[in-house]
């Protein structure tokens, strides 16, 4: 009797539980992707919580990267005062309204430690309200469509066998799991997760390290002065991050065995991938072979096979993947393709393939723009969080795109603004950008920021407004910039000649016109070096060495060119005679005189007075 | 040249010629001119031997400087002081020389200056001075100077430039005109609508020449301190307690990369210097490129902005004219109080007369008073509340009593208090306007408004944008000042209650910038009318008023008038096309024939796009297969796996030569 009371009790207890672990919308981790997201929607006033399975905010960097040092820059001047500038040079803060939350004021390192970043993360949380309810592990993710309603909700358990629900889902569990392939020897082999990062554990040893990444590095550096030498193998040709403007590429500062090998001090690197080899141990070290997959025999046929020498430690460095074991079967998560095959398969949404209402937010939202741009960093996730948000605010909530409305005789002063300061387009360059609607028969525009634009097709669907023409804004670099046989410091490496612009191989500005908002299909159907489909009208800014776009002719000039070629409209200024003048022998006058001199706001001539130096 | 003909057709007779021949002896004459244009002076040329003399065109071919040029060719080109206005030439709009002369050589100079008069005829005119009996003064030289000096005195310029001695004055004219005339010429030559005419460099890029002319000016600053020493410079950091510690401060949000904002700084920091004489201080700039937050948080989006703050709080957006005088003036109206309290019959009085307060006799025409019985408050109150509206456009007063009765008494029509006053002292047809006793504000505010309107302005750049907002026609008399009776007419048919609706106004043909004249002849299909004209326009074309009312019909009478119906509609379409970068783009791509047959870049199992090539399954085809195996054996061959072999792709695995080093 008292047990069955007992369990009665118990299972409305449960109930009652159940009933209150709703929420609208719930992210999985509190990392940076989703403290980020958080911060968005404690914002906006939403029903959310973030479950962390771990105590602490960002707990990945209780242990990563495993040399303590973070590769983000902490550029702590950049001789300006303008905060949306300096975020371009800010790699580790998120993104909030509170100046005491830049990172700037938590390491004086340009490459800061990992444990500021977990003050700073800390911080960030309790600063600004974020819900967090730490130590929930969530397991067994599940979709269920209610029947009366056909409304469907997200279940989810947490270790103490609670169930927690949610309308909408955000994964923001980063890249947790290591990559550990398998093949023949591979029992032998450490991980980057827990090898030893003593150097004394590598005094006189012959290192093979598996991976090309910074990891990969970071490791090799670490160590090579204790080693007899460390070679290091990869799928990959070496791609250096400034070749190829890729943060997650090496990085210069992870890179000093390249010089030991090049000046062959016996460190060397080579290409191969695990697929072709195995491990034979031979006594206590190992021997690497290279086998033909079909046959399944060994391929070193060559006295002089480079890897002929025989390793003490073979350390795999391959990076981390998306985990995806905290979803029930049934919502079949599918991985990406390809080189993305880290990441969850998700769309330019970042909503998972095939399931509707869930997520990617943070590390693992990197796929669509791997080997692109930076969403897989915190400078650039915590811009395409931002824009997840603002996709969120108009699917669910009605809240359409911030935008604002200008006359069209203020886009040149807007735009010149905006590519001298903006950071979210700069960070996530060729991924966001800005439009510009055109509207009112060119006299008026109407500016949304940073707005995905592999997903211009459907516009109006994610931002709730609904245009037809526009010109969209695009950093980009020059395609084709770096590759192999190319030489990144070549002479004619940069242009300064405006006519020349869309030569220019730096990050810098370009402007795509449509007359009409692309469709699907071209937007599917563009080449491999193509932003965007090809527009109405294009337009490059040169690239400038300072990124100050401030020039009259070389930059505002062909600018203002481009905005009157695509507005069909003289978009000079006048002084107030000039105008007075044609406004009397005409029926209409210029933008500029209508929609300024005539409402009263001309400008008389003045003559400038310098400071005396 | 056709409606030069018509136009002077009394006065000149026109001859076109394309014979070189013909004119290759006249003055001036170089054969690589296209178009030349010469005044011969026949008429005065007494030798019947001697070809007349001739004066050549110096300025650029357009009909407003021709027939300004025809309008003075035939003045006397020379005068002797005394015995003539010596400032007869400065009111022609000519350039001036003066020949310092005694009576001794006052007949040979003249003789001299004869000789080459004919030249500049048109451009020069020649003051000969007897400084025995003239006073030098009177032209601003200094006592002292030396007889068979040369003074020149450009046009529009109000100094002398001196030439030491009467030794080649020809040259000197010739030189210091040349300085003048050719950039002259360069800018009349600029139509806004047409850059045609204006030279360019041949490798210049015309894309890159700039063609806005506020850009062009405001170019000098680019880069460079401007003297900020009387507006305060806000930031973040000081913007709230110094806009809280201030009664009014006026903030101009502006861009250091914006044309406009450079432009109106420009007339915004002369506005500070005019008001630091008058030792006010209320001006602070804020730049929205460092102060990005500061402005975001303004909500500025239109650069510049000019808001006024008072103690701390947003007042209002000012949207007028950015020039210094209007700023300066806007700003003293600002600070005033509003209303001033006016105690007396005198001080109400020397208010109306915009003598108190003192210094604002220069800042405004127009002085609102109200006039209230001891017990009239609701009025009161409404005009109080009134005056915050209006601060900043007119000076408002206050007087109650006997003060207010007084001053009622002397307005015609002996008002009830209480009232409200408009004084325009520069309405010389209605200079006052009566409001009836409102006791809402924002009817005070409106009739103060309407009252304030000058009946018969003048139209300027400044005053035309207010007019233009009625939306209605335009009645424009075109005169030589307003010393005249048609002037007097209009303006005072402008005051009557039963003319049409539109908006009466004139513009001075002898204003310095031409502006009215370029107009008048416009209007007139090119060609020149006699003066004054009265010319009714609809700008916005909404609809022509019943203009025949006996008071019009009279005044027409009296006058050239016509009706400009159809004014060309403006295309107002970029002037050059930018660069064609999507051709450009695709120019380069058919010379460069883009080499994609690099080596894979990705590396092992990757496919040209970096997609990883999945393992071989049963579907893969062998074209896959193959393109596998080759990138495979690409990848291995290249990498360094194996020691590359020189020549072929074909991997001979007995040949054991070591090949050079490579790249990674």
Same mark, same amino acid.
């Given at each position: 009797?008292?047990?069955?009371?007992?369990?009665?009790?118990?299972?409305?207890?449960?109930?009652?539980?159940?009933?209150?672990?709703?929420?609208?919308?719930?992210?999985?981790?509190?990392?940076?992707?989703?403290?980020?997201?958080?911060?968005?929607?404690?914002?906006?006033?939403?029903?959310?919580?973030?479950?962390?399975?771990?105590?602490?905010?960002?707990?990945?960097?209780?242990?990563?990267?495993?040399?303590?040092?973070?590769?983000?820059?902490?550029?702590?001047?950049?001789?300006?005062?303008?905060?949306?500038?300096?975020?371009?040079?800010?790699?580790?803060?998120?993104?909030?309204?509170?100046?005491?939350?830049?990172?700037?004021?938590?390491?004086?390192?340009?490459?800061?430690?990992?444990?500021?970043?977990?003050?700073?993360?800390?911080?960030?949380?309790?600063?600004?309200?974020?819900?967090?309810?730490?130590?929930?592990?969530?397991?067994?993710?599940?979709?269920?469509?209610?029947?009366?309603?056909?409304?469907?909700?997200?279940?989810?358990?947490?270790?103490?066998?609670?169930?927690?629900?949610?309308?909408?889902?955000?994964?923001?569990?980063?890249?947790?799991?290591?990559?550990?392939?398998?093949?023949?020897?591979?029992?032998?082999?450490?991980? *980057?997760?827990?090898?030893?990062?003593?150097?004394?554990?590598?005094?006189?040893?012959?290192?093979?390290?598996?991976?090309?990444?910074?990891?990969?590095?970071?490791?090799?550096?670490?160590?090579?002065?204790?080693?007899?030498?460390?070679?290091?193998?990869?799928?990959?040709?070496?791609?250096?991050?400034?070749?190829?403007?890729?943060?997650?590429?090496?990085?210069?500062?992870?890179?000093?065995?390249?010089?030991?090998?090049?000046?062959?001090?016996?460190?060397?690197?080579?290409?191969?991938?695990?697929?072709?080899?195995?491990?034979?141990?031979?006594?206590?070290?190992?021997?690497?072979?290279?086998?033909?997959?079909?046959?399944?025999?060994?391929?070193?046929?060559?006295?002089?096979?480079?890897?002929?020498?025989?390793?003490?430690?073979?350390?795999?460095?391959?990076?981390?993947?998306?985990?995806?074991?905290?979803?029930?079967?049934?919502?079949?998560?599918?991985?990406?393709?390809?080189?993305?095959?880290?990441?969850?398969?998700?769309?330019?949404?970042?909503?998972?393939?095939?399931?509707?209402?869930? *997520?990617?937010?943070?590390?693992?939202?990197?796929?669509?723009?791997?080997?692109?741009?930076?969403?897989?960093?915190?400078?650039?996730?915590?811009?395409?969080?931002?824009?997840?948000?603002?996709?969120?605010?108009?699917?669910?909530?009605?809240?359409?795109?911030?935008?604002?409305?200008?006359?069209?005789?203020?886009?040149?002063?807007?735009?010149?603004?905006?590519?001298?300061?903006?950071?979210?387009?700069?960070?996530?360059?060729?991924?966001?950008?800005?439009?510009?609607?055109?509207?009112?028969?060119?006299?008026?525009?109407?500016?949304?920021?940073?707005?995905?634009?592999?997903?211009?097709?459907?516009?109006?669907?994610?931002?709730?407004?609904?245009?037809?023409?526009?010109?969209?804004?695009?950093?980009?670099?020059?395609?084709?910039?770096?590759?192999?046989?190319?030489?990144?410091?070549?002479?004619?490496?940069?242009?300064?000649?405006?006519?020349?612009?869309?030569?220019?191989?730096?990050?810098?500005?370009?402007?795509?016109?449509?007359?009409?908002?692309?469709?699907?299909?071209?937007?599917?159907?563009?080449?491999?070096?193509?932003?965007?489909?090809?527009?109405?009208?294009?337009?490059?800014?040169?690239?400038?060495?300072?990124?100050?776009?401030?020039?009259?002719?070389?930059?505002?000039?062909?600018?203002?060119?481009?905005?009157?070629?695509?507005?069909?409209?003289?978009?000079?200024?006048?002084?107030?005679?000039?105008?007075?003048?044609?406004?009397?022998?005409?029926?209409?006058?210029?933008?500029?005189?209508?929609?300024?001199?005539?409402?009263?706001?001309?400008?008389?001539?003045?003559?400038?007075?310098?400071?005396?130096? | 040249?056709?409606?030069?003909?018509?136009?002077?057709?009394?006065?000149?007779?026109?001859?076109?010629?394309?014979?070189?021949?013909?004119?290759?002896?006249?003055?001036?004459?170089?054969?690589?001119?296209?178009?030349?244009?010469?005044?011969?002076?026949?008429?005065?040329?007494?030798?019947?031997?001697?070809?007349?003399?001739?004066?050549?065109?110096?300025?650029?071919?357009?009909?407003?400087?021709?027939?300004?040029?025809?309008?003075?060719?035939?003045?006397?080109?020379?005068?002797?002081?005394?015995?003539?206005?010596?400032?007869?030439?400065?009111?022609?709009?000519?350039?001036?020389?003066?020949?310092?002369?005694?009576?001794?050589?006052?007949?040979?100079?003249?003789?001299?200056?004869?000789?080459?008069?004919?030249?500049?005829?048109?451009?020069?005119?020649?003051?000969?001075?007897?400084?025995?009996?003239?006073?030098?003064?009177?032209?601003?030289?200094?006592?002292?100077?030396?007889?068979?000096?040369?003074?020149?005195?450009?046009?529009?310029?109000?100094?002398?430039?001196?030439?030491?001695?009467?030794?080649?004055?020809?040259?000197?004219?010739?030189?210091?005109?040349?300085?003048?005339?050719?950039?002259?010429?360069?800018?009349?030559?600029?139509?806004?609508?047409?850059?045609?005419?204006?030279?360019?460099?041949?490798?210049?890029?015309?894309?890159?020449?700039?063609?806005?002319?506020?850009?062009?000016?405001?170019?000098?600053?680019?880069?460079?301190?401007?003297?900020?020493?009387?507006?305060?410079?806000?930031?973040?950091?000081?913007?709230?307690?110094?806009?809280?510690?201030?009664?009014?401060?006026?903030?101009?949000?502006?861009?250091?990369?914006?044309?406009?904002?450079?432009?109106?700084?420009?007339?915004?920091?002369?506005?500070?210097?005019?008001?630091?004489?008058?030792?006010?201080?209320?001006?602070?700039?804020?730049?929205?490129?460092?102060?990005?937050?500061?402005?975001?948080?303004?909500?500025?989006?239109?650069?510049?902005?000019?808001?006024?703050?008072?103690?701390?709080?947003?007042?209002?957006?000012?949207?007028?004219?950015?020039?210094?005088?209007?700023?300066?003036?806007?700003?003293?109206?600002?600070?005033?109080?509003?209303?001033?309290?006016?105690?007396?019959?005198?001080?109400?009085?020397?208010?109306?007369?915009?003598?108190?307060?003192?210094?604002?006799?220069?800042?405004?025409?127009?002085?609102?008073?109200?006039?209230?019985?001891?017990?009239?408050?609701?009025?009161?109150?409404?005009?109080?509340?009134?005056?915050?509206?209006?601060?900043?456009?007119?000076?408002?007063?206050?007087?109650?009593?006997?003060?207010?009765?007084?001053?009622?008494?002397?307005?015609?029509?002996?008002?009830?208090?209480?009232?409200?006053?408009?004084?325009?002292?520069?309405?010389?047809?209605?200079?006052?306007?009566?409001?009836?006793?409102?006791?809402?504000?924002?009817?005070?505010?409106?009739?103060?408004?309407?009252?304030?309107?000058?009946?018969?302005?003048?139209?300027?750049?400044?005053?035309?944008?207010?007019?233009?907002?009625?939306?209605?026609?335009?009645?424009?008399?075109?005169?030589?000042?307003?010393?005249?009776?048609?002037?007097?007419?209009?303006?005072?048919?402008?005051?009557?209650?039963?003319?049409?609706?539109?908006?009466?106004?004139?513009?001075?043909?002898?204003?310095?910038?031409?502006?009215?004249?370029?107009?008048?002849?416009?209007?007139?299909?090119?060609?020149?009318?006699?003066?004054?004209?009265?010319?009714?326009?609809?700008?916005?074309?909404?609809?022509?008023?019943?203009?025949?009312?006996?008071?019009?019909?009279?005044?027409?009478?009296?006058?050239?008038?016509?009706?400009?119906?159809?004014?060309?509609?403006?295309?107002?379409?970029?002037?050059?096309?930018?660069?064609?970068?999507?051709?450009?783009?695709?120019?380069?791509?058919?010379?460069?024939?883009?080499?994609?047959?690099?080596?894979?870049?990705?590396?092992?199992?990757?496919?040209?796009?970096?997609?990883?090539?999945?393992?071989?399954?049963?579907?893969?085809?062998?074209?896959?297969?193959?393109?596998?195996?080759?990138?495979?054996?690409?990848?291995?061959?290249?990498?360094?796996?194996?020691?590359?072999?020189?020549?072929?792709?074909?991997?001979?695995?007995?040949?054991?030569?070591?090949?050079?080093?490579?790249?990674?």
């Amino acid at each position: 009797m008292t047990s069955r009371v007992l369990m009665v009790l118990v299972t409305l207890v449960g109930c009652i539980q159940a009933a209150d672990k709703y929420w609208d919308y719930i992210v999985v981790g509190a990392g940076p992707g989703g403290l980020q997201m958080g911060h968005f929607l404690q914002k906006a006033g939403r029903n959310y919580v973030l479950l962390e399975r771990n105590s602490v905010a960002a707990s990945f960097f209780e242990k990563f990267p495993r040399h303590d040092q973070l590769i983000s820059i902490n550029k702590r001047h950049t001789g300006k005062k303008n905060t949306e500038f300096n975020l371009r040079h800010d790699w580790n803060s998120l993104l909030s309204d509170d100046k005491s939350l830049l990172f700037r004021h938590y390491s004086k390192l340009f490459f800061p430690q990992r444990v500021q970043l977990l003050d700073y993360m800390a911080d960030y949380q309790k600063k600004l309200g974020i819900n967090v309810q730490f130590h929930t592990e969530v397991s067994n993710i599940r979709k269920e469509t209610n029947a009366t309603t056909n409304k469907t909700v997200f279940l989810m358990d947490d270790q103490n066998g609670n169930t927690l629900k949610c309308k909408v889902l955000i994964v923001a569990s980063g890249l947790s799991k290591p990559v550990e392939p398998k093949f023949q020897g591979s029992e032998f082999t450490e991980n *980057y997760s827990d090898v030893s990062i003593n150097p004394d554990d590598y005094e006189g040893k012959s290192v093979l390290i598996i991976g090309r990444g910074n990891s990969a590095f970071e490791l090799a550096e670490s160590i090579y002065g204790s080693t007899n030498f460390v070679h290091m193998i990869g799928r990959s040709r070496v791609r250096l991050s400034w070749a190829t403007h890729y943060v997650g590429d090496l990085r210069a500062v992870n890179n000093a065995l390249l010089d030991t090998y090049q000046l062959k001090s016996l460190d060397a690197v080579v290409e191969a991938t695990t697929d072709d080899m195995q491990l034979v141990k031979t006594g206590d070290r190992l021997k690497l072979e290279l086998v033909d997959q079909q046959a399944g025999v060994s391929e070193n046929i060559y006295d002089n096979f480079a890897m002929r020498d025989l390793y003490d430690k073979v350390i795999l460095c391959l990076g981390f993947q998306f985990d995806n074991g905290i979803f029930n079967s049934s919502l079949n998560i599918k991985k990406s393709k390809g080189r993305e095959d880290k990441f969850p398969l998700i769309g330019y949404d970042y909503q998972l393939r095939d399931v509707e209402d869930l *997520y990617i937010a943070g590390g693992a939202s990197h796929g669509p723009d791997f080997r692109k741009s930076a969403g897989g960093f915190i400078h650039g996730f915590r811009y395409t969080a931002r824009a997840l948000h603002r996709m969120l605010e108009w699917k669910y909530e009605g809240v359409p795109w911030p935008s604002v409305s200008i006359l069209s005789t203020d886009l040149l002063a807007t735009i010149i603004k905006r590519i001298n300061e903006g950071s979210g387009f700069y960070q996530m360059f060729g991924m966001l950008g800005d439009v510009m609607a055109i509207r009112s028969a060119g006299e008026e525009i109407e500016y949304l920021e940073e707005v995905p634009l592999n997903l211009l097709d459907r516009l109006s669907e994610i931002t709730g407004h609904s245009y037809d023409e526009v010109i969209v804004l695009v950093l980009q670099y020059g395609a084709n910039f770096s590759g192999p046989g190319k030489d990144v410091f070549r002479i004619d490496r940069a242009t300064g000649e405006p006519s020349d612009a869309h030569n220019s191989n730096f990050l810098h500005p370009v402007f795509y016109h449509y007359k009409q908002l692309p469709t699907a299909e071209q937007m599917s159907s563009k080449t491999k070096y193509e932003i965007l489909p090809r527009p109405d009208h294009m337009h490059h800014i040169v690239e400038d060495f300072l990124t100050l776009w401030d020039a009259p002719s070389s930059h505002i000039l062909p600018l203002r060119r481009y905005l009157e070629t695509v507005l069909d409209r003289d978009l000079r200024t006048f002084y107030a005679s000039d105008c007075l003048s044609m406004a009397m022998l005409h029926q209409t006058v210029p933008l500029y005189c209508q929609q300024h001199y005539l409402s009263g706001r001309g400008i008389i001539r003045a003559e400038p007075l310098f400071q005396q130096s | 040249m056709m409606e030069l003909a018509y136009a002077f057709k009394d006065k000149f007779k026109f001859a076109l010629t394309t014979e070189v021949e013909s004119i290759k002896d006249l003055p001036g004459y170089k054969p690589d001119e296209n178009v030349a244009f010469w005044v011969l002076h026949c008429k005065e040329g007494k030798d019947d031997k001697k070809p007349c003399s001739a004066t050549k065109y110096r300025d650029s071919i357009d009909l407003l400087s021709l027939a300004r040029f025809l309008h003075v060719i035939d003045v006397e080109p020379m005068l002797v002081l005394p015995g003539s206005d010596h400032t007869f030439y400065e009111q022609k709009d000519m350039h001036v020389a003066a020949i310092i002369a005694d009576k001794d050589n006052v007949d040979e100079i003249k003789l001299e200056i004869q000789a080459f008069l004919s030249k500049y005829r048109g451009y020069v005119g020649f003051l000969i001075v007897d400084k025995t009996k003239f006073d030098v003064a009177n032209l601003g030289f200094k006592q002292d100077i030396e007889t068979s000096m040369v003074g020149l005195k450009l046009r529009g310029e109000t100094t002398w430039q001196l030439m030491p001695e009467f030794e080649m004055p020809e040259a000197f004219l010739d030189s210091k005109l040349q300085a003048t005339v050719l950039p002259h010429r360069e800018q009349v030559t600029s139509d806004m609508t047409d850059t045609e005419n204006d030279p360019v460099q041949e490798d210049e890029d015309p894309l890159q020449e700039e063609d806005d002319e506020v850009a062009k000016t405001v170019r000098v600053i680019h880069g460079r301190s401007l003297d900020h020493t009387h507006v305060q410079r806000l930031t973040e950091e000081t913007f709230t307690a110094q806009t809280q510690s201030t009664e009014s401060l006026v903030v101009m949000f502006y861009l250091v990369f914006d044309v406009r904002s450079k432009a109106s700084l420009l007339s915004f920091l002369e506005a500070s210097r005019l008001l630091a004489a008058d030792s006010l201080f209320p001006l602070a700039t804020v730049e929205c490129h460092d102060e990005r937050d500061l402005c975001a948080s303004q909500n500025i989006t239109s650069y510049p902005t000019i808001r006024v703050f008072r103690k701390g709080k947003k007042y209002f957006n000012y949207n007028g004219v950015r020039g210094a005088k209007e700023i300066y003036s806007f700003v003293k109206l600002l600070l005033a109080d509003a209303p001033v309290k006016l105690n007396t019959f005198e001080e109400a009085k020397l208010f109306l007369d915009g003598k108190i307060p003192k210094g604002f006799d220069n800042v405004t025409d127009v002085s609102v008073l109200g006039l209230f019985k001891e017990n009239s408050d609701a009025e009161r109150k409404a005009f109080r509340s009134a005056a915050k509206k209006l601060r900043g456009q007119f000076l408002l007063g206050e007087a109650t009593g006997d003060a207010a009765e007084a001053i009622a008494k002397t307005i015609p029509n002996k008002l009830q208090l209480p009232k409200v006053v408009v004084h325009k002292r520069n309405d010389e047809f209605r200079p006052i306007q009566v409001c009836p006793p409102f006791t809402e504000s924002g009817m005070v505010a409106q009739c103060a408004r309407d009252g304030a309107l000058v009946m018969f302005p003048e139209l300027t750049a400044s005053s035309f944008p207010k007019m233009y907002e009625e939306s209605i026609p335009f009645l424009i008399l075109f005169t030589h000042g307003r010393d005249n009776n048609i002037y007097r007419t209009v303006g005072a048919l402008s005051a009557d209650v039963n003319v049409p609706n539109v908006n009466y106004c004139w513009m001075d043909l002898d204003a310095k910038d031409g502006l009215a004249m370029k107009i008048l002849i416009n209007y007139y299909d090119n060609q020149i009318p006699s003066t004054p004209s009265l010319n009714l326009v609809d700008y916005q074309k909404q609809r022509t008023p019943a203009l025949f009312t006996p008071a019009l019909s009279t005044l027409f009478k009296q006058c050239v008038w016509s009706v400009t119906e159809e004014l060309p509609m403006g295309e107002w379409k970029p002037l050059l096309e930018g660069y064609d970068f999507l051709k450009l783009m695709d120019e380069g791509k058919k010379a460069e024939d883009m080499d994609t047959s690099v080596t894979n870049e990705y590396g092992v199992g990757f496919d040209s796009d970096g997609n990883y090539l999945e393992k071989k399954t049963d579907e893969m085809s062998p074209d896959l297969e193959a393109a596998e195996k080759e990138i495979h054996d690409e990848l291995l061959r290249l990498s360094r796996f194996y020691p590359k072999r020189g020549g072929g792709s074909h991997v001979d695995k007995t040949d054991r030569v070591h090949p050079e080093h490579t790249e990674l």
